[in-house]
């Protein structure tokens, strides 16, 4: 298990990458969609949507995201700190260990596929996504320039 990004929950994607960029000194890839068949959180079951960029300075990356939705996805009036990103071999067997030392479960993301690509979990106010290996070659490719997108999910539906 290995952070490999932090990232803040916006309410305007393009003013955040133009006010962070310059605070940090780093340059943000566009702006792009994120699309999920399923988002299961304990209030609420149904699709996802996120718009999202990434710092192209790393690792340790910076992510933006602008999403809007129930639960830890509901829009913020500011800017705020969302989560921790980690990878691991297995997300769903990281998440069990990581509720075995006290982290709750919050959500899962449920692909197309019928994958399970990222869960979500947190202690007190710290939230981690953990996001299974199988999908670091197609973000790290977008990161790097060698795709468009980053990751299957990712076309406006």
Known sequence: MKIFHAALHVPDLEA???????????DFLPPVTRNYARLQ?????GVFKARI??????????ELLE????GMWSAPALD?????????EDALQE????EASGFE??????????????????????????IDESRRPALM???????????PESPDK
């Open 67 to 70: 999403s809007t939705g129930p």
């Open 105 to 130: 479960w919050e959500a899962t993301i449920h692909a197309d596929d019928g994958s399970t690509p990222v869960v979500f979990v947190r202690r007190s106010d710290v939230r981690v996504e953990i």
């Open 141 to 151: 490719d977008w990161i790097d320039g060698r795709a468009d997108r980053p990751g």
């Open 95 to 98: 998440a069990r260990k990581m």
């Open 53 to 62: 960029s990434y710092s192209r300075q790393g690792p340790f990356y910076i």
């Open 16 to 26: 955040a990458i133009e006010s962070y960029g310059h605070i940090m000194q780093l």
């Open 41 to 45: 959180q304990k209030e609420h079951d």
């Open 80 to 88: 705020r700190f969302h989560h921790f990103g980690i990878w691991a």
